[in-house]
């Protein structure tokens, strides 16, 4: 049984009152990945803006 499938059995039998906190932590856990995206773009922006600054850049991207 694949972890997916572990997880709405335990779901399917959290009483009702709780199911918002559950829903509540599954949030949390995909903003903390956005989070954590923003971060490594963030970082790796100053090491390639070098890259997008050259003329050639500038050059490649004219026609479009």
Do not use: G, H, Y
């Amino acid at each position: 049984m694949s972890t997916k499938e572990l997880l709405i059995n335990e779901i399917e039998e959290v009483p009702e009152p709780l199911l918002a906190e559950v829903l509540d932590f599954v949030c949390f856990l995909k903003a903390k990945i956005a989070r954590e995206k923003l971060a490594t773009a963030i970082a790796s922006e100053s090491s390639l803006s070098k890259d997008w600054l050259k003329p050639e850049e500038d050059d490649a991207w004219q026609d479009l």
